[in-house]
C-alpha cells in the first residue's frame, strides 16, 4: 500500500461522496461553447466563431443606431426610495439605496481602446460598428447620457479588513441603467471611473489606465474561464490626468483617467443590506422597510425559484447565498485566483467575482500568495478565502437577524455550519476534474494533496502543471521525459514525484479506456493561458505609450483560454515567466501579487 512518508499535509479536504465532475461545470456561464474537444483552434478569430455559432439567427438583427439603445432606471427607482439632495457633495447620505448623480465628463482627446465583442452584440444587442462612433464614444465616457438615463450611485457599507467602516457607497461608478436583451436578461450597466459621486470621501471618482486595464482584462478572462463575474464592454482612455501615488509612498504621479463600462446582473452587495441594519437604532420603522424592500427586490429578480409567499423565503435566500459562495470561491481557487480585497463591499449578493482591483492569479503555488503588497498581514492571500467567506457570509446572517424568527435564526445558523462541506466538496470535484478523475477512490484526496504539496516546495507552476499533465499520454508521463515541459520539470524534481506519479498513473489506469478522452476532458478544464501578473504589466507599459496592441492580444487569447494559440505562444504566455517577472511588485491601488492556494478552511 502506498503512503505519504514524510511529506507533512496540510489541511486536505475530506472524502465525501462524489459524482463524476462534467466540463460544463466550469462552462455554465460562459455564453459560448466551451472549448473543449480540439485546442487547435485558430488565433485569428476564435470568440467570433462560437458567438455566432449559437446566435446566427439574431446576429442580423443587432441594433446598428446608438438611438434606439434604451437603458432604464425606473424599475430601480420605484422599488426603492431615493436620497433627497441631489449633486455631488461628498455627505453622509441617509434612508435611501440611491442617490442621483450626473458622470462628469472624461476630458478628450478621447480613445476607446477595448471593446468586448461578446458583451456588445451578446449582451446589449449592439452591432460592434456602433462602437467606432463619436456618440458611443461620449456614452462611455460620461460626456453624454443615454436617452432617457438617470444615472444613480449606490449607497452601501461594509466591513473592512475585519471592521465595520459605515457608509461606502459607489466611490467612482455611476448606474446608467437596466438593459433588457432579447434573450431577456438583465443586465445592469455601471460606468467606472465617471467621476465624483456623494460617496466619494477623499477621492476624485476617477481610475486610471492601468487599473481600468486590470479590471477589464481580469474580468473577461474569468467570464471565459467560466468562473461567474462581472463583466466588461469596453475601455476609453483619455488625456486627463490623474495624480496617484502608486506605491503609497508620497511618490505622486500623474497618470491618465479612464472609464470602463462593466456589466452585471446586479451589483447589491452584502453591504447594500449591512448598512441598512447598521442604521436600525437610528430609525427603527424606516431601515425595516426598506431592508425589505431590497431583500424582497433581489429575491423576486434574481432568485426566482423562492416563492415570494414563503414564510421561508430569506432563510432560503440565505442559503442559496451561503452555497453559492463556496460555489465561487472554490472556482476561484480552482483557477489560483486570488481577489484581494474580500470586503463584504466587494462580495456580490448574487455571488458573482465583482470589483476587480488588486486581484491576482496565483503562478507558482503559494496558498500564501497576497496580490495586494500592502496586504501585510496576508488577511486576503489565496488560502484565506474561503476562510473570509464564512466571515462575511456570518456578517450577512448578522444584517438579516432582525427579520428572522429564532427558529429561522437557528436554521440559518445550522445552514452557516454547512458551508465547510459545500466548499471542500466543491473543491475536490473541481481538483478531481483538473487531475482527470472519474469516480471516487479512497486516494483520491491523497493524491491531490500530494501533489499540491510537491508544487508548493518546488515552487512549480500551478496553471502550468495540471496543463501539462492534461497534454501528456500516460504514456508520456510514465517515461519521465519533460524537457518539453517547464512545469512538470520543476516539479519532477521533487523527491517524492516518482512515487506520486505512479500512485497517479495507476489510478489513471483504472480508468479503462480513458486516455484520449482524459486528455481532453482535462485540457476543457485547465488552461493554458491566464492573465499573470506580467503579462498584465507588459501591456500596461505598452499601454502606457499608447500602444495598445498587446491588451488586444491578450483579450483574444484569454477569451479563449483552454485552446492552443499560435500567438499566445509566440508572445510566451505559456512559457516560464521572464525573470523580471519575478521581481515585479504591484501597487494596490491597481492591484499587485503574491499568491497562496488550496484548502482550507481553518476549522478551530
Ligand atoms: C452559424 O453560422 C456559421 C457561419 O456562418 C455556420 O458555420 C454555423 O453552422 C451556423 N450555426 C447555426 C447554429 O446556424
Ligand atoms: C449550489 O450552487 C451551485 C453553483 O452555483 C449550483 O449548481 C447548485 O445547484 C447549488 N445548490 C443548491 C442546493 O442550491
Ligand atoms: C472594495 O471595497 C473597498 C471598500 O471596502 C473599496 O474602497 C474598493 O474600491 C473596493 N474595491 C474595488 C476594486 O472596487
Ligand atoms: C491593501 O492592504 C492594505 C493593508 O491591509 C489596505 O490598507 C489597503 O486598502 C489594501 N488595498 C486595497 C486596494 O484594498
Ligand atoms: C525527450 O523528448 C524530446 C522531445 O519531446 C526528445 O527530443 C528527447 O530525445 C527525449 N529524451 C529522452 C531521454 O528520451
Not at 438611438?67 to 425606473?74: A, I, M
Not at 478628450?108 to 456602433?130: C, F, H, N, Q, Y
Not at 426566482?304 to 440565505?318: G, R, V
Request: charged share 20%; aromatic share 10%; glycine share 6%.
Amino acid at each position: 500500500m502506498w503512503h505519504l512518508g514524510e511529506v507533512p499535509l496540510f489541511a486536505v479536504v475530506t472524502a465525501t461522496i462524489v459524482t463524476i465532475v462534467h466540463m460544463q461545470d466550469f462552462c455554465q456561464k460562459a455564453d459560448f461553447e466551451c472549448q473543449s474537444q480540439d485546442l487547435s483552434a485558430s488565433a485569428q478569430q476564435p470568440l467570433s466563431q462560437s458567438v455566432n455559432s449559437r446566435w446566427n439567427a439574431s446576429v442580423l438583427n443587432l441594433i446598428q443606431n446608438l438611438d434606439h439603445f434604451r437603458v432604464s432606471n425606473e424599475k430601480l427607482m420605484g422599488a426603492f426610495p431615493i436620497d433627497e439632495m441631489q449633486g455631488n457633495s461628498v455627505r453622509t447620505v441617509k434612508n435611501c439605496i440611491f442617490s442621483e448623480s450626473i458622470p462628469t465628463p472624461l476630458k478628450g482627446p478621447l480613445r476607446l481602446v477595448a471593446v468586448s465583442k461578446d458583451v456588445i452584440e451578446g449582451l446589449l444587442d449592439l452591432d460592434m460598428a456602433t462602437t467606432q462612433s463619436e456618440t458611443f464614444l461620449q456614452y462611455v465616457s460620461g460626456g453624454r447620457r443615454l436617452p432617457e438615463s438617470q444615472p444613480l450611485t449606490h449607497r452601501y457599507g461594509g466591513h473592512q479588513f475585519g471592521y465595520w467602516a459605515g457608509q461606502l457607497g459607489d466611490g467612482r461608478a455611476h448606474l446608467l441603467g437596466q438593459y433588457t436583451n432579447r434573450k431577456g436578461d438583465t443586465w445592469e450597466l455601471q460606468l467606472k471611473g465617471s467621476g465624483k459621486t456623494p460617496y466619494s470621501r477623499s477621492g476624485d471618482g476617477r481610475a486610471v489606465v492601468r487599473s481600468s486595464l486590470r479590471e477589464f482584462l481580469g474580468s473577461e478572462a474569468m467570464h471565459f474561464l467560466g468562473v461567474p463575474t462581472s463583466r466588461a464592454a469596453c475601455l476609453v482612455v483619455s488625456e486627463e490626468p490623474v495624480l496617484r501615488d502608486q506605491f503609497y509612498d508620497g511618490n505622486v504621479k500623474t497618470e491618465r483617467g479612464a472609464v470602463v463600462l462593466r456589466l452585471a446582473k446586479s451589483w447589491f452587495r452584502i453591504g447594500s443590506l449591512e448598512i441598512l441594519s447598521q442604521s436600525k437604532e437610528l430609525d427603527l420603522l424606516r431601515w425595516f422597510v426598506d431592508f425589505r424592500k431590497l431583500l424582497n427586490f433581489v429575491i423576486e429578480e434574481h432568485f426566482p425559484s423562492i416563492q415570494t409567499n414563503d414564510p421561508d423565503k430569506y432563510l432560503a435566500f440565505y442559503s442559496r447565498v451561503v452555497n453559492d459562495t463556496a460555489h465561487l470561491i472554490a472556482q476561484w481557487m480552482s483557477v489560483g485566483f486570488a481577489h484581494g480585497v474580500c470586503n463584504t463591499d466587494n462580495f456580490s449578493l448574487l455571488s458573482i467575482t465583482i470589483d476587480y482591483g488588486p486581484f491576482g492569479f496565483m503562478e507558482s503555488y503559494n496558498p500564501s500568495f497576497v496580490p495586494n503588497t500592502s496586504d501585510d498581514e496576508g488577511r486576503y492571500s489565496v488560502g484565506e478565502q474561503a476562510s473570509v467567506g464564512l466571515f462575511n457570509l456570518e456578517k450577512l446572517l448578522d444584517a438579516l437577524r432582525p427579520i428572522l424568527t429564532a427558529g429561522q435564526q437557528r436554521a440559518a445558523e445550522t445552514v452557516l455550519k454547512g458551508y465547510v462541506d459545500i466548499y471542500e466538496t466543491r473543491i475536490h470535484h473541481l481538483f478531481k476534474a483538473k487531475l482527470g478523475l472519474l469516480g471516487d477512490d479512497v486516494e483520491d484526496d491523497y493524491i491531490i494533496a500530494f501533489l499540491l504539496k510537491m508544487m508548493e516546495d518546488t515552487q512549480a507552476d500551478f496553471t502550468m502543471v495540471f496543463r501539462e499533465l492534461s497534454e501528456f499520454s500516460a504514456f508520456q508521463l510514465h517515461n519521465h521525459n519533460f524537457t518539453q515541459a517547464w512545469a512538470l520539470e520543476d516539479l519532477s524534481s521533487h523527491g517524492l514525484f516518482p512515487d506520486w506519479l505512479s500512485v497517479y498513473l495507476q489510478r489513471l489506469h483504472r480508468q479503462v479506456h480513458d486516455n484520449d478522452v482524459r486528455q481532453a476532458r482535462m485540457k476543457g478544464v485547465n488552461p493554458r493561458y491566464v492573465l499573470r501578473n506580467w503579462m498584465a504589466q507588459s501591456a500596461i507599459k505598452k499601454a502606457e505609450r499608447n500602444d495598445f496592441s498587446e491588451v488586444e492580444l491578450l483579450h483574444r487569447i484569454l477569451s479563449s483560454p483552454f485552446a492552443i494559440q499560435s500567438s499566445a505562444e509566440a508572445a510566451g504566455y505559456a512559457a516560464r515567466p521572464p525573470k523580471w517577472a519575478q521581481t515585479l511588485k504591484i501597487s494596490c491601488s491597481s492591484g499587485s501579487m503574491a499568491v497562496e492556494l488550496l484548502p482550507l478552511i481553518n476549522r478551530t
